[in-house]
């Protein structure tokens, strides 16, 4: 290689080999809670793909032209950020989750307004035998409706709907809870992710998990401060060790990086999937398959829980939500 040649291929593959870093792991210099980096780090399977494509390309022009400077430089550095993206991919895993009974059953599923209707939640519920349901975009006509049905089928739920607070989103977030976890009260003291509605029920007699139905706002540019603030809003939630914590959090592991303490993801509590090796799978947008998708919806559940299953559930596809309903089955300790 000449000094010629050398120069730019140094300068370039340096540069690209800091774009790299920064691209596979931004929380390594604080950019993943960035605009733009925020949305771009939650599709890495997309982003490992097309930085596979271009790296070819260009692997392609250098020989074939024979441009061994910035062209090769520039194949080296997105192969490894294709090649860092997917690995990062292959360790969270994309199931399936093991198995397990398990003492209790969470579901959650962003119903995209109310697209969703209640006969197919109520048969999803019935299905997977869920006790504790969050419904972001489900209002409470559509949750009443969904308890009714169940109901009639022998399974007896209590409901609640939140509301943003005024200035926020006319958006609802509903959440289901069987009677046979007691009674449960909505904790109209803990405020709510801005923006969007998050609530967080208590059982009246002290006796089974306190749960929290979350949906902070996207990571949109101008919804950053926002967003950061609902993730922050969810980690003070994890401070108990009780806790669980479902709904679409607008957010993957990558962004929960500096919230957690004590071993936990965000705050205290342990992401499902990521316990199981099945945090890679996408939950959003349904229309793609999942290995694509973004893994914005969670469950997470404190320190006195452990996970003994988590699925994505990919045959909902066409009910009418862009979400795909997850479910995780938690022992105590």
């Known amino acids: 290689m000449s000094t010629r040649v050398r120069a730019p291929f140094v300068i370039t593959l340096l540069t690209g080999a800091v774009a790299a870093l ?14 733009v980096m925020a949305s771009v780090v939650s599709f890495r399977a997309l982003l490992s793909l097309a930085t596979a494509v271009l790296a070819l390309a260009f692997a392609v022009f250098a020989v074939t032209r024979r441009r061994w400077g910035v062209a090769a430089a520039l194949a080296i550095s997105l192969a490894a950020m294709s090649a860092g993206n997917g690995l990062v991919l292959a360790v969270r895993g994309d199931g399936p989750a093991r198995e397990g009974a398990g003492d209790l059953t969470v579901m959650a599923w962003n119903t995209y307004g109310g697209s969703v209707s209640p006969q197919t939640i109520a048969r999803v519920i019935e299905e997977t035998g869920a006790e504790v349901v969050s419904l972001p975009e489900t209002d409470a006509f559509a949750a009443a409706q969904v308890v009714g049905i169940l109901e009639h089928d022998g399974v007896e739920m209590q409901h609640d709907t939140v509301w943003a607070a005024d200035g926020g989103e006319p958006i609802p977030t509903s959440i289901l809870i069987s009677t046979d976890l007691g009674a449960y009260a909505r904790d109209r003291l803990a405020g709510s ?35 950061d603030d609902g993730l922050s809003w969810i980690a003070d939630r994890c401070r108990d060790g009780e806790v669980i ?87 105590r300790r």
């Open 193 to 227: 992710t801005p923006g969007l509605p998050s609530g967080i029920w208590r059982p009246v007699r002290g006796a089974g998990p306190v749960v929290v139905a979350a949906h902070p706002m996207p990571p949109f540019p101008e919804l950053i401060a926002q967003w």
């Open 22 to 35: 920064v691209v596979i792991w931004p929380q390594a210099i604080g950019a993943h809670r960035l605009p």
């Open 245 to 331: 914590v479902a709904g679409d959090l607008n957010a993957t592991l990558d962004h929960f990086a500096g919230h957690g303490v004590d071993g936990g993801d965000l705050g205290r509590c342990r992401d499902a999937a990521g316990a199981v090796g099945a945090a890679a799978a996408g939950t959003w947008p349904a229309g793609v398959p999942a290995e694509m998708g973004a893994p914005i919806d969670h469950i997470l559940a404190g320190p006195a829980w452990t996970v003994d299953r988590f699925a994505v559930l990919r045959g909902e596809d066409g009910a009418g939500s862009d979400h795909r309903p997850i479910v995780a089955t938690l022992s």
